[in-house]
């Protein structure tokens, strides 16, 4: 098995437990052996663009360093962490004096200066297990379901940072679903914001925005939306009129390797 430094977050040990769960026991079928950093902590939610501030970065440091001193790249499967850990690490390995300050912070036996490889689950799907291998896994192929992949805004923006994918027309998501076994649904609001963090003062704007892509997905011909996202997910099934399903990406892989109960063939 190839070993990875694993990065799960606070919410996939809450509210987003399968997300976490269902990555976990694919990556296992797929030969990839996930290890927790000790002693992680919160990745702050949010990225804070301030050249100055400091603190609200050191503990995606620390998790990067962590990956660093056991020789692994790093995986992430939550968009929001991700999007913090990699615009962190990118950030600190092309902005000297951003990497000096955090290193005087965290006083560390090596400086850390961004030297860790740092992927998304999809990424991991993609780059190092392969879709065609993937594909090969697939004893439950999601034949005749027709899925929309929700990109939201986290997953592919600030793009020179996170470098997943065309930020205006991804494929990552769409070719994921075709490797398991499903038909890629393309719509307009795929990359769209569902509306974010504004549900805790304007449920209203987060209903509008999460009404609008799950609309677009449907009137496509939907049969179900995935997501990467624990905020997005809540976000399209609480605030959106649509009772049309959304999973999380992992829930369905999990599905087609047959690791689901009732999916084993």
């Known amino acids: 098995m190839e070993t990875f430094t694993y990065y799960p977050g606070c919410t996939l040990r809450t509210k987003a437990k ?14 990839i052996a996930l290890e927790e950093p000790a002693d992680w902590q919160c990745c702050g939610g949010a990225y804070t663009t301030a050249k100055d501030e400091i603190a609200t970065k050191l503990s995606a440091v620390r998790t ?19 999007n913090v850990i990699k615009q962190t690490n990118y950030d600190i390995a092309n902005d000297e004096n951003m990497a000096s300050k955090v290193n005087n912070y965290l006083q560390l036996d090596e400086a850390y200066n961004g ?6 689950y999809l990424e991991l799907l993609r780059d190092v297990v392969g879709f065609d291998n993937l594909a090969k896994k697939v004893v439950n192929p999601l034949k005749g379901k027709k899925i929309a992949a929700y990109y939201g805004c986290l997953l592919l923006r600030p793009s020179k940072a996170l470098q997943m994918d065309d930020p205006e027309n991804p494929s990552i998501m769409e070719d994921f679903i075709k490797a398991i076994g499903g ?17 805790l003062e304007d449920k209203s704007q987060a209903a509008k925005r999460s009404n609008a892509v799950m609309d677009s997905a449907q ?8 997501t990467a996202c624990p905020l997005c997910l809540y976000n399209l099934k609480k605030n959106s009129d649509s ?9 369905i892989l999990a599905e087609a390797l047959g690791l689901k109960e009732g999916t084993n063939e």
């Open 115 to 120: 030297e860790t490889t740092v992927y998304h």
């Open 18 to 31: 399968d997300l976490d769960q269902y990555a976990r026991v694919s990556a296992e079928a797929l030969g």
């Open 64 to 82: 990067l360093n962590a990956a660093k001193e056991n020789g692994n790249a790093l995986v992430t499967v939550c968009s929001a962490c991700h």
């Open 183 to 199: 038909t890629p649904v393309i719509y307009a609001q795929r990359n769209e914001c569902c509306g974010g963090y504004i549900t």
């Open 219 to 226: 009137s496509n011909g939907a049969d179900m939306i995935i």
């Open 243 to 251: 009772d049309m399903p959304v999973y999380y990406f992992t829930e």
